[in-house]
Nanobody, 125 residues
């Protein structure tokens, strides 16, 4: 549907950094909650980070705390994820998601309503 479009994936060595961006539609109301999820081959999709529009409160998965930072720029309709000190276990397809349910902010993927197409992140050792 094109409400969310990711960019910024790529290949990097362990310890390196990447910045992902997600442009969200200014014509469709996609909810107050934006989040990043990821899915590695053979694994279930898992939540990475989320942010609310009304107070910019954030939530992070335990294994990315202190390394990843989520932010949003509503004026430019952009969600960002800065990833530092990347590890090979961070290799996955990363998805931008949005929704109105608080559980989407809670990183429950089935509670988010809108999804991007995904962008690949590969971290080599």
């Amino acid at each position: 549907q094109g409400q969310l479009v990711e960019s910024g994936g790529g290949s990097v060595q362990a310890g390196g950094s990447l910045r992902l961006a997600c442009v969200f539609s200014k014509y469709t109301y996609i909810g107050d909650y934006l989040a990043w999820f990821r899915q590695a081959p053979g694994k279930q999709r898992e939540g990475v980070a989320a942010i609310a529009s009304y107070d910019l409160s954030t939530r992070y998965a335990d294994d990315v705390k202190g390394r990843f930072s989520i932010s949003r720029d509503d004026a430019n309709h952009t969600l960002s994820l800065v990833m530092n000190n990347l590890k090979p276990d961070d290799t996955a397809t990363y998805y931008c998601a949005a929704g109105q349910k608080f559980a989407c902010w809670g990183l429950q993927s089935d509670q988010c309503d809108y999804w991007g197409q995904g962008t690949q992140v590969t971290v080599s050792s």
